[in-house]
């Protein structure tokens, strides 16, 4: 729903609350002027004033009537105090109000606010009449709303301003006294202002009448450019003139020539005590052969604008043209300066006629256009204080990015050191607040400084333009290398898909790579993109191309960097996904416990191609070190795969993949027995037999090397080795049975052992026609050498188990006459 404006019917609402107030306070205080009030509260916005009541309009008018019944003249009182709520409020928090009165000035209203900024408070209704009065000689009122032609009338500011509640009662005599100090210094200026204009009158006159040896256009130039100044284009805050001391071209503050903000030594202290020079050294620009100098002071304004204020060196000469010192200007350039054409400004129109004859395009031709159309459009506090080779390189730059667009970083660093102005171009449709403040970093770090100041600008076209102030801390600051920075800021600029089309580019060749970066630029969503690196999906993107419809899983089991307790396992599903309920399952059985999971689905081009969907859990176990193993990690999988694809049963059993080493056919021949056991009325279930294995790893281990000892075809040993090796583990199983504490644990493990023992042959060993192990397992059994079987005692028996059948062949003689049961 849209926020509603407020419109004739709230004004008319307002209005009638300010005509409330007036009648109520008629009645209790008929002192106050009605006029008074209406020009308190009528330049409020009417969505702001209605949140008070009436009774609140007219306290505050009665204690603001009583703030301005006296005040020493030409001196400012201030007051920040919490303001009490009336019931009917409808206000969301409390407030505090500064209230001020002082000599009505330029630059006072604008100058409040950016204090009150500055102190970090935000404000919530800003009320600013100005009054005509008639005081005595001790400040008492005398008449509100006076006559402007009364010899003792004078202009107030009367400032309100509403805050969110400040409880803090030194917090609020700091903003006071903070405020007190602004508004000296905006005293200060103004009372200057005139001074300073004849002062820059009579510099104009100076460089008139003494011309130094400095070409004409450079002389002409730098007199047109004070008139401008004066001619309402600057806002003059403060002026010294300086003198050459000595050999080394030394300056030093001309005493009694000290205007406006400028009026101590060589320095102006800030209002926290700071001494900070204006400029550390002029050298370079006194030696030089420039008239003038525009750059930044490296403090900000406290006056009108919260910004860094503009610096203006003129030079000085006698009579005779030689060069004797400087005359120091500090303000803030008015709108003017920003808005109206170089070529209608003195001094910039100067430094783009010589960009545009070095450039020798023709003035109306394209790239004569456009070349005009970046020197327009630049930056123009930079403008003013650039050279003009640089600038030259800069523009013509700038002109090259139309024809093809792409990161570029124009440094420059102030000539005295104190900043680097660095214009950045970046993709637009990639920039934003976070991408502004990532190349801000990583400018600051590169630099060895903070960032001071910065300035997006969207020309037309692909691009925008940033422009940052790296200010120098108490190091000097770096040189970076321009390749640096430009590779720095395409990092920071460069987006997920940039670099996943990077990453395949370089892991793949090139045929290859084009092919994988048409399927996959856009394939992977938001979540993917937000939670995995570029170089993460072109490993993912390795096992997506491996799967298919006949091969619909992949899964991968890692180390997290996320946690120390924690096994990573990514499971990806061709077509559909895994719902969480099978997956679960699987897992805890093979001793995981799963503590969170994302899915994430990935839909490789074109339009039609069968989605992939990626699982990516994070899961708990007892020994995280083992599931870190390499070995153990191929064998979860494995077995992670085979219990999906159906292959391997889901049961207690597959606990031993990592508590006993051993692999998921293993697991499967394990579980074979077990069932064969049961087969035989063994008196344990299978959980108490899992559980006695799961307790005892390194014994289970051990029965599945009796077994290999017995049956393995690869080994290459005679019936006598073989028969020994049999007898050396069988030898390690009886000492692992001493630590064995319960009897039943005991009798289950034993009849493991005795079921290897009275095996004669298997297929366990048997591969299908692509290399698998069969799906079934057949061993062939000594029934006269099994323990505790039922009678009648057959000859042999051959149990058959799969994850989907199992069966029994029984044979009570030499010639076969059973069958499967």
Not at 152 to 169: F, K, P, Q, T
Not at 557 to 585: C, E, F, N, Q
């Amino acid at each position: 729903m849209l926020e509603r404006l407020p419109g004739a019917g709230e004004e008319s609402k307002a209005h009638r609350l300010i005509g409330s107030a007036v009648a109520l306070l008629g009645g209790t205080r008929p002192d106050i002027p009605s006029d008074f009030v209406v020009q308190l509260w009528h330049s409020a916005s009417p969505e702001d004033l209605l949140q008070y009541p009436r009774e609140a309009l007219a306290r505050i008018t009665e204690d603001t009537w009583a703030f301005l019944a006296r005040r020493t003249p030409g001196v400012p009182k201030i007051r920040f105090e919490p303001l009490r709520r009336e019931p009917g409020a409808s206000t969301a928090a409390a407030q505090s109000v500064v209230t001020l009165i002082n000599d009505d000035m330029p630059f006072l209203f604008d100058s409040v606010l950016a204090e009150i900024a500055e102190q970090g408070l935000d404000v919530q209704l800003a009320l600013h009449p100005v009054i005509t009065v008639e005081r005595d000689a001790d400040g008492t009122l005398v008449q509100y709303a006076a006559s402007p032609l009364s010899p003792r009338a004078r202009r107030e500011s009367l400032i309100h301003i509403y805050v969110a509640a400040v409880e803090d009662e030194n917090r609020r005599a700091g903003v006071v006294q903070a405020l007190a100090l602004m508004l000296a210094d905006v005293r200060t200026a103004v009372l200057a202002w005139k001074p300073m204009l004849d002062r820059i009158a009579a510099a104009v006159a100076e460089l008139t009448a003494n011309p130094p040896d400095l070409p004409p256009g450079e002389i002409s130039e730098a007199v047109q450019f004070l008139q401008w100044l004066a001619n309402d284009n600057f806002t003059f805050l403060g002026m010294r003139d300086y003198a050459l001391a000595g050999l080394d071209g030394t300056l030093e503050p001309v005493e009694g020539t000290a205007l406006g903000l400028l009026a101590g030594p060589d320095m102006w202290p800030r209002r926290s005590g700071e001494l900070v020079a204006i400029t550390p050294d002029n050298r370079g620009f006194i030696a030089g052969p420039q008239a003038l100098i525009v750059t930044k002071a490296n403090v900000r304004s406290p006056v009108h604008r919260r910004v860094h204020m503009d610096y203006i060196g003129v030079k000085r000469f006698d009579t005779s043209g030689a060069l004797v010192g400087e005359l120091r200007i500090i303000g803030l350039f008015t709108s003017t300066a920003y808005t109206r054409s170089t070529r209608s400004i003195p001094y910039l129109r100067r430094k783009v006629d010589a960009v545009l004859r070095q450039a020798g395009f023709d003035p109306k031709g394209h790239s004569g256009k456009a070349l005009v159309n970046v020197l327009e459009t630049y930056p123009r506090d930079e403008l003013f204080q650039i050279d003009e080779e640089t600038l030259y390189r800069f523009a013509v730059a700038i002109l090259q990015l139309d024809i093809r667009p792409r990161v570029r970083v124009l440094p420059r660093r102030d000539m005295f050191g104190r900043f680097a102005s660095v214009l950045v171009y970046a993709p637009r449709d990639r920039y934003d607040s976070r991408t502004r403040a990532g190349i801000g970093d990583f400018l600051a770090a590169s630099y060895g400084g903070h960032v001071s100041a910065f300035n997006p600008f969207f020309p037309e076209g692909p691009l925008v333009r940033v422009h940052f102030i790296i200010g120098a801390g108490s190091a000097p600051l770096r040189e970076p290398e321009l390749r640096e920075l430009e590779q720095g800021v395409t990092d920071v600029v460069r987006t997920w898909t940039d670099a996943l089309v990077a990453a395949l580019e370089e892991s793949f060749e090139p045929a290859k790579a084009r092919a994988l970066i048409a399927r996959y630029r856009a394939a992977f969503s938001v979540g993917y993109r937000e939670a995995f690196s570029s170089e993460t999906a072109v490993a993912d993107i390795r096992m997506i191309e491996r799967l298919s419809e006949a091969r619909p899983l992949g899964v991968d089991g890692r180390r997290r960097a996320d946690t120390d307790h924690g096994v990573g396992l990514k499971v990806w599903s061709y077509g559909v996904p895994i719902p969480l309920s099978k997956r679960v399952p699987v897992l805890e059985n093979i001793g995981f416990r799963v503590v969170d999971e994302r899915t994430y689905e990935v839909r490789p081009a074109p339009e039609g191609t069968a989605p992939v969907w990626l699982h990516d859990m994070l899961l708990e176990t007892v020994d995280v070190d083992a599931a870190h193993g390499e070995a153990n990690k191929s064998r979860v999988e494995t077995c992670f795969l085979n219990v999906m694809r159906g292959r391997a049963e889901n049961d207690g059993y597959n606990a031993l993949v990592m508590g006993a080493g051993v692999a998921w056919r293993e697991v499967a021949l394990i579980r074979a027995i077990s069932r064969f056991l049961r087969q035989v009325r063994t008196p344990y279930s299978q959980d108490y037999m899992w559980t006695t294995l799961r307790k005892h790893p390194a014994i289970a281990e051990h029965i599945v090397r009796l077994f290999h000892a017995r049956f393995d075809p690869t080994l290459d040993l005679s019936v006598d080795a073989r028969r020994e090796r049999e007898q050396a583990v069988l030898a390690e199983i009886e000492g692992a049975l001493q630590a064995v504490e319960s009897l039943d644990e005991d009798r289950i493990i034993r009849r493991f052992v005795n079921a290897v023992q009275a095996a004669m042959r298997t297929s366990f060993y048997q591969v299908d026609t692509d290399g698998q192990p069969k799906a079934a397992i057949a061993i062939k059994y000594d029934s006269r050498c099994l323990e505790d079987i039922p009678l009648p005692r057959p000859l042999y028996e051959i149990f058959v188990y799969s994850p989907g059948a199992e069966g029994v062949h029984l044979r009570f003689g030499k010639v076969a006459r059973g069958g499967i049961r």
